[in-house]
């Protein structure tokens, strides 16, 4: 059974930061890409980023470019979301999910295999 968890979410004030985490346990995440999704109540699912751990390529929506960054810890088997400059409407629930490496790798939420639970972010004052 492959599993993987999200941690890092919580209250932030716009302006602020805050550090996303997806974990996986008894394997390692270098056979998968690993996308970051979000969910804002009444909305779709949405593609925030990617990161392919077989070769580093990386991808963000438009509306987080130049905000948030993806990166892996190889180390801790993790990946992380490093959300800065945050807005209101950067409040939802943030999901990983993963797909295997060599798939052919875009930010429709239909061709991912796993998903996490899910880590609930709001941005306000």
């Known amino acids: 059974q492959v599993h993987f968890m999200e941690s890092g979410g919580g209250l932030v004030q716009p302006g602020g930061s805050i550090r996303l985490s997806c974990t996986t346990s008894g394997q390692t995440l270098d056979r998968y890409a690993i996308g970051w999704f979000r969910q804002a109540p009444g909305k779709g699912r949405e593609g925030v980023s990617y990161i392919n751990l077989a070769d580093g390529s990386t991808d963000y929506a438009d509306s987080v470019k130049g905000r948030f960054t993806i990166s892996s810890d190889n180390a801790k088997n993790t990946v992380l979301l490093q959300m800065n400059s945050l807005k209101p409407e950067d409040t939802a629930i943030y999901y990983c999910?993963?797909?295997?490496?060599?798939?052919?790798?875009?930010?429709?939420?239909?061709?991912?295999?796993?998903w996490g639970q899910g880590t609930q972010v709001t941005v306000s004052s």
């Open positions: 999910a993963a797909i295997p490496a060599y798939a052919v790798i875009h930010f429709h939420p239909d061709i991912y295999d796993y």
